[in-house]
Structure formats: C-alpha cells, structure tokens
C-alpha cells in the first residue's frame, strides 16, 4: 500500500493527524528502522514509545505501546508515517541481506542459538516457525500473560494502561501458518481464558 497524507488521514482523526504532523515538525522521532516493508522506530512523547507499521498491508497494521485508546490510530504511528512520506528512510533490507550473505554459517548457528537460549518468546517463535509444535500447556501459557496483566497494572483491579498481547496473536498465527492447528488453539484458548478471567474480575 503507497504511503500517502490521504492514506494516513484515513487511519486517524483529524485532530490526531495534526499532532502526528507536529511531531515530526519537532523532531520527536529518535530512531526510525525499515527493513523491506516494516518499520520500526521510537517516537519521544510522555515518554519514549516503540512503534511498528507494515508498509505493505492496509491501514499499514499499527502498533505502538502508548495508552491511546480513541478512535484510530495515535499521533505517534501518524508521525513515524508521516516521515515515511516526507522523507523516507533507507531500507535496512540489502544490508541485512549482504550481512547474512557474508556470515560464517557455524557463527550464524552459535549467534542463533545463544539468543534462542537467552529469549523465551524469541524461542517460541522460532519452534513455531520451524513446525515445532508447543510443549506448554494451556496453564502455562496462561500464567505468562496473567504476568503480563501484573506488570501493566500492578496496583489496579482493573486495567488503566494498554496491554500488548501482540507476541501471543502473532506465534498463534505462526502456528497456524505452519499448519500446527492444536498449538495455534492451545495458544488462544490460553489468551481467551485469561481475558475472561481479568475482566471477570474487574467487575
């Protein structure tokens, strides 16, 4: 999909595409990283908030770990877009490809490995992606996100600040994609039972 303002104003308010455009007005975008059709970058507000969109889907699938919760998408995605039309940023694709191209395959597997040693959710992915069907249970996968539940609001009942349960959607549809039905629904019915427990208990 071709980043344009009339594609950005369709995924936002019109109030919100005007703080997205001064936030790149004022320089707010630190760090900006495409790798072929994802984007990455860290945008300074209240704080500084990690943004990722998919340049190649519609409405560009948005995320950004800021508690905006109003309609569309928020100032800080709007900016990072916005950036992307004005002055787009070099793809990181063909040095990424050059890289793996001149890695050592042996340094490449100990490089792996270590960091599928020391990443838990990295791990996870990555046995999804191969077709290496989920060795947790539903109970297991249920006490990581209740944990996630912990530690964004871990003085309230209720849930005040976003939640992402990003990593969790995406190994489920890893496992989908690899035809592991049984782990793809093992994940969401952890995800399911755990929602339903937090706002059960809210009330």
């Given at each position: 999909m071709d980043v344009t303002e009339d594609s950005v104003r369709d995924i936002c308010t019109d109030a919100v595409?005007?703080?997205?455009?001064r936030y790149l007005a004022d320089g707010r975008i630190y760090e900006?990283?495409?790798v072929d059709s994802t984007v990455t970058a860290v945008v300074s507000g209240t704080r500084q908030y990690d943004v990722r969109v998919d340049l190649?889907?519609?409405e560009f699938a948005p995320w950004c770990d800021c508690p905006y919760d109003g309609p569309g998408t928020c100032k800080h995605v709007v900016a990072v877009l916005l950036r992307c039309v004005d002055d787009p940023p070099p793809d990181e694709d063909d040095r990424?490809?050059?890289?793996?191209d001149g890695a050592d395959a042996d340094e490449l597997r100990a490089?792996?490995?270590e960091e599928l040693a020391t990443d838990v959710n990295l791990r996870h992915r990555f046995l999804a992606r191969v077709g290496e069907p989920t060795r947790q249970s539903v109970d297991e996968l249920r006490t990581s996100i209740d944990r996630r539940f912990e530690?964004?609001?871990p003085e309230y009942p209720v849930v005040f600040e976003p939640i992402d349960f990003t990593q969790w959607f995406d190994l489920a549809n890893e496992y989908r994609e690899q035809g592991?039905?049984?782990?793809?629904?093992?994940?969401?019915?952890?995800?399911?039972?755990?929602?339903?427990?937090?706002?059960?208990?809210?009330?």
């Open positions: 595409f005007e703080r997205g455009e900006i990283h495409p190649a889907t519609d990424l490809d050059t890289a793996l490089f792996l490995h530690e964004t609001n592991c039905y049984a782990s793809a629904a093992t994940v969401c019915r952890a995800l399911v039972e755990s929602l339903d427990a937090a706002l059960t208990s809210s009330f």
